[in-house]
């Protein structure tokens, strides 16, 4: 069984960058497709990022061009780079594990973290 431990959020101010890490134990996550999400304040989850087993990449319309996600398999970590932040962005920020069906659909991972928090200020 994998688990996921998120880190790297924090308090920022617009326009800052932040980098989140997701750590996986329990087993390789070489062959897994890895996703972000978030849930900001009184809003359902929404999909920020996924990488395919390939490193195939999708992004949320809300974040691309700004958000970078990316993976060390050495590490056994997937990472999830945060550009040009703004209070929109104000979200605890989760990383999944696919279990399969839609990547971007909150339904098709069956592992997650704990979560980590980013607060943007204005």
């Known amino acids: 069984q994998v688990r996921l431990l998120e880190s790297g959020g924090g308090l920022v101010q617009a326009g800052a960058s932040l980098k989140l890490s997701c750590v996986a134990s329990?087993?390789?996550?070489?062959?897994?497709?890895m996703a972000w999400f978030r849930q900001g304040p009184g809003k359902e989850r929404e999909f920020v990022a996924a990488?395919?087993?390939?490193?195939?990449?999708t992004y949320g319309d809300s974040v691309k061009g700004r958000f970078t996600i990316s993976r060390d398999t050495v590490k056994n970590t997937v990472f999830l780079q945060l550009n040009s932040l703004s209070p929109e962005d104000t979200a605890v920020y989760y990383c999944?594990?696919?279990?399969?069906?839609?990547?971007?659909?909150?339904?098709?991972?069956?592992?997650w973290g704990q979560g980590t928090l980013v607060t943007v200020s204005s």
């Open positions: 999944a594990v696919h279990s399969g069906g839609v990547p971007s659909r909150v339904a098709s991972y069956n592992i």
């Open positions: 329990g087993r390789t996550i070489t062959d897994k497709t």
């Open positions: 990488s395919s087993w390939n490193r195939r990449t």
